[in-house]
């Protein structure tokens, strides 16, 4: 039987049985929730002072912190290659310090506006800078940098330029600690004096001197804008090799000074572009063809870093010697060469810009620009395949009668009705134009521009020849692509930087198309084991294309082998016609002496005439042929050329020639002049 509570005094029902001891708490009950909140936050407050003493002590100990306030020592840079072996010492352009006191205010404020706007209330690090830096390079596919002049000037100055979480941490306490012991003006005047222009130049004294030969006391807005400009690229940016790109860049830095409210918009529009008046500072040469190339690049990846720094690049010093040997045993008589090597990723391995550096430093790899000649006919053929045509397609090899501009073969044969790939094995001019009148010469152009040539191409039907004017270094990238099966590539000489995600979206490379590949592939191979390019055939697969311009002035091979893609180029520094030389000799006898010791494929010793005219040089102006079956053997300025009966449908399967002799050293020639 169920009860139920007496009702009380008062008519209220009690509370169930199960509900005795509730209410509120006894006065005499532990207070313990709140002090275990606050021993709580007491242990998390000394765990986290703990972690923040250890941090700062082992920054302490890995940051410089003592010799941050010390005098700074002048930079140098230690060039290594691949393997470790020293390349080439250099130092650098420097002179007194400035002080801000003493410098106009608008030098200063051109450097705060483009570089660190807040300079002056912040407490070494900015973290709406940060926050404004983060946002942009997420959002707007720009890359912007966060750090203050502080920050700058603590990695610049006293610490290496990788970029490990470590070092941003040791950069970020030495920023503080230089705010806690120096004035904002000591930190700006110790950035000023110290950063690099371009040119070799550190420091503001150093840079106006170099750029505009007079004191930083006396700079202009412009001339102080455009010095502000540099320090985002000083090497790609400085005036002297790229005045357009300073001036436009001076330009933002003024208009940043506008926003800042440093000057007005007014003043702003009034002002005139900088004009340059530069002091050359003699320096001693770095050594190498390719150290003088890498070098620019290197001294803008490690910023303003001072002291004593190793770089390594991509090098490989076995492969230089390979290279620099194949040059002097090379009968060239005063006759200069170059040659890039590199992987179809780009990475440069060995360069020769001359005969001798120590008789002319002129790099004729990057710095020259010649005709390429037939290598060019690359771009042509490969616009053929973009238009649907194959190797087995025919042309008219035969002499062009209409219009102005009326080419002929180099040897004055003509075959009739051909194939592209018999065509471009022989290296047919009229097949060549007729190509790229078929197909459109833009089309061509935009291959070439696709597989990475920068330098201005005329649009004329001439340049389906290779008369546009071209580096070395250009040509072998494009080459280059071919082996890689995508392109653009771009050499480089030191290791690639790790790019953002967004630079990697927009900048990644394009792939040719399977049948694309294939069919030029299958051109270049024809060329080098069937064609023009014989001299240079190894045993293991080599694909290449020899070049010969007019007069023959220049002569080239280009062609990759082994996972290497090797350009070789052989002329007079001042054009003059090298009677003769051809692609197919000489160069292509070099790429070969130089390939099959760099892939260590074994070869036959020969002699060469010291006179530098082996059979095929000696009657590269001649046409001499002679039929054997169906075949007739053509000797021309780009080397030994195979003609087929027009009854023929192609060239028939050949193994590969036997491999051209090697060559053995001879005397070394006397260095032509240097260029005009």
């Given at each position: 039987?169920?009860?139920?509570p007496?009702?009380l005094a008062n008519?209220?029902t ?7 001891g ?8 532990p ?6 909140r ?6 998390v407050?000394?765990?986290m002072l703990a ?15 003592s ?13 290594k ?6 390349i ?12 801000i006191?003493?410098?106009?205010a ?7 506006a ?24 997420t ?20 610490l290496?330029?990788?970029?490990t979480?470590?070092?941003k941490?040791r ?7 230089l ?7 000591q ?6 004096s ?9 420091g503001?004294r ?10 930083p006391e ?11 400009g ?6 790609r940016?400085?005036?002297?090799s790229n005045?357009s790109g ?10 940043a000074?506008?926003e800042?409210?440093?000057?007005t ?5 009034e ?5 340059l008046?530069?002091t050359?500072?003699?320096?001693a040469?770095?050594?190498t ?11 803008d990846r490690?910023?303003?870093v001072?002291?004593?720094q190793?770089i390594?690049?991509?090098?490989d010093?076995r ?11 090379a ?7 170059a ?5 179809p990723d ?6 020769v ?5 120590k008789d ?8 020259a620009?010649?005709q ?10 490969l616009?053929?395949f ?17 219009g102005?501009?009326?080419p002929?073969?180099h ?22 134009v007729?190509l ?8 061509v152009?935009k ?9 201005p ?5 001439s ?7 071209v580096?070395l ?8 692509a071919v082996?890689?099966?995508?392109y ?5 000489g030191l ?9 990697s ?14 069919m ?10 069937r064609?023009t390019g014989?001299?240079?055939a190894?045993h ?9 311009t007019?007069d023959?002035?220049?002569?080239l091979?280009v ?7 090797t350009a070789v180029?052989?002329g007079n520094d ?11 000799g ?8 130089y ?16 006179n530098?005219?082996?059979i ?7 046409s001499?042929?002679t039929?054997?079956?169906n075949?007739?053997?053509g ?10 009966d027009?009854?023929?449908?192609d060239i ?9 002799p090697?060559?053995v ?6 260095a ?5």
């Open positions: 039987m169920t009860s139920f007496e009702p008519g209220a009690p509370p169930p049985p199960s509900s005795f509730a209410g509120p708490p006894s006065s005499f009950a207070r313990t929730s709140w002090r275990r606050m021993r709580i936050a007491g242990w407050l000394a765990a972690i923040f003493m250890a941090l700062v002590a082992w920054l302490a100990i890995t940051a410089p912190l010799r941050s306030l010390k005098p700074i020592a002048p930079p140098s840079i230690t060039l290659s691949a393997d470790g072996a020293v080439a010492r250099k130092g650098a352009i420097i002179d007194k310090p400035v002080t006191a003493e410098l106009p608008h030098v200063p404020q051109a450097f705060m483009i570089e660190d706007r807040r300079f002056y209330s912040h407490w070494g690090i900015d973290p709406r800078g940060i926050a404004r830096a983060l946002w942009r390079n959002f707007s596919g720009t890359r912007q940098g966060g750090s203050t002049i502080t920050q700058q000037l603590a990695k610049g100055v006293f290496n330029s990788d970029r979480a470590g070092r941490l950069e970020a306490l030495i920023a503080l600690w705010e806690a012991w120096l004035t904002k003006d930190i700006l005047e110790r950035y000023l110290n950063v690099y222009f371009g040119d070799n130049v550190y503001l150093a840079a106006a001197k170099h750029y505009f030969d007079r004191r006396k700079l202009t807005i412009p001339q102080a804008a455009m010095l502000a540099l320090l985002k690229a000083p090497s940016l400085a005036p002297t005045l300073a001036r436009e860049r001076a330009a933002l830095v003024m208009q000074m506008v800042a409210g440093f000057i918009q007014m003043a702003k529009d002002l005139r572009p900088a004009r008046d530069v050359e500072t003699p320096e040469t770095s050594g063809y390719f150290a003088d190339w890498v070098l620019p690049e290197a001294r490690a910023g303003a001072y002291g004593a190793d390594v690049t991509t090098l010093s492969l230089q010697k390979q290279a620099e040997g194949a040059v002097r045993r009968p060239l008589g005063k006759a200069q060469i040659i890039v090597s590199m992987k780009g990475t440069v391995v060995a360069m810009g001359g005969k001798r550096y002319s430093a002129f790099n004729r790899a990057v710095q620009k010649r390429p000649g037939s290598t060019f006919k690359l771009f042509v053929y616009a053929a973009r238009a649907g045509m194959t190797p087995e397609d025919m042309i008219d090899d035969t002499p062009i009668k209409e102005e501009y009326r002929s073969n040897d004055g044969r003509y075959r009739g009705r051909i194939t592209l790939r018999q065509a471009f094995a022989v290296s047919s001019n009229v097949a060549a007729k790229a009148q078929k197909v459109g010469i833009r089309n152009i291959v070439a521009r696709d597989l990475g040539i920068t330098s191409i005329a649009e004329n039907l340049t389906a020849l290779g008369t546009s004017e580096t270094l250009e040509l072998t990238q494009a080459y280059a082996a890689a099966g995508a653009p590539v771009e050499a480089h290791p690639p930087e790790e790019r953002s995600w967004v630079a979206l927009m900048n990644r490379q394009k792939s040719f198309s399977d049948s694309e590949l294939e030029i592939r299958d051109l270049l191979s024809s060329a080098a084991n064609g014989t001299a240079a190894l293991t697969s080599t694909f290449g294309k020899t070049g010969t007019q023959n002035r220049d002569a091979f062609g990759y082998a082994g996972g290497l893609v180029w052989v001042d054009n003059t016609s090298l009677p003769g030389f051809a692609g197919g000489v160069p292509a006898r070099v790429w070969r002496d390939m099959s010791r760099a892939i260590n494929e074994p070869t036959p010793e020969v002699v060469m005439p010291e530098g005219s082996d095929v040089n000696s009657v590269a102006n001649v001499i042929a039929e054997i079956g075949i007739s053997v000797l021309g300025p780009d080397g030994i050329n195979l003609g087929l027009p009854t023929l449908p028939p399967d050949i193994p590969p020639a036997t491999p051209a090697r060559v050293p001879t005397t070394p020639p006397q032509s002049q240097p260029p005009q």
